[in-house]
């Protein structure tokens, strides 16, 4: 009995060696394999897009909610608003860096967006949108000064073009509004998905 028992436990241990050597060796195959630069597996395609341009986008500026005189009763003295883009084609491109963004009284006075630092670039498959969030102080609240634009509208393009567009102002709703700002820039949040546009 116990020379039958030790062969099967033999046996039972040297299939199981087996086993994991021939897995150790399956995912040390796998491991070298996807690691080799320049392979499909290893390609990023996002990197390969073209960048975004801005009349192949379709661009929209909206306050924020809460713009209001209750938020300068709360000390808040920010204003918000949110501008985005959404790739019009099917096929994707490259978002990288802040757009640009003007707001001029005619010839006059003017205020431009200003983000900080480099941003990621944004991949925008087609139909996917892009959105920068943006702070300004409005006339009127503590500390605003006299250099203010009162516009329905804002001058875009996007990051690295040269070619620009007119966006009008909204609100929440989609309805016309006024963009009420003080000093000399407005500040830009770095470029984020959010997800399909319309």
Not at 14 to 36: E, K, P, Q, S, V
Not at 143 to 149: E, R, S
Not at 173 to 185: F, N, R
Request: net charge negative; proline share 7%.
């Amino acid at each position: 009995m116990p020379a039958t028992t030790r062969p099967a436990g033999g046996l039972a241990a040297l299939t199981a060696g087996l086993t994991l050597a021939a897995g150790l060796t399956l995912t040390a195959c796998d491991t070298t394999t996807t690691a080799t630069p320049g392979t499909a597996t290893t390609a990023t395609p996002d990197a390969t897009a073209p960048p975004c341009r801005t009349a192949a986008l379709t661009w929209t500026l909206s306050l924020l909610d809460g713009d209001d005189a209750d938020d300068a009763e709360r000390g808040d003295h920010g204003s918000g608003a949110r501008l985005t883009a959404v790739n019009k084609g099917s096929g994707a491109c490259l978002f990288a860096g802040y757009p640009g963004l003007a707001i001029h009284n005619g010839k006059a006075d003017g205020i431009e967006g200003a983000g900080s630092g480099r941003p990621a670039a944004v991949a925008l498959p087609g139909h996917a949108a892009v959105s920068v969030d943006l702070r300004y102080t409005r006339r009127g609240t503590p500390g605003a000064g006299t250099w203010c634009v009162r516009q329905h509208e804002a001058a875009v393009t996007a990051p690295h073009d040269t070619h620009g567009t007119v966006v009008p102002v909204t609100d929440t709703h989609g309805k016309a509004a006024v963009l009420d700002a003080c000093g000399e820039t407005i500040a830009m949040a770095p470029p984020r998905r959010t997800g399909a546009g319309t």
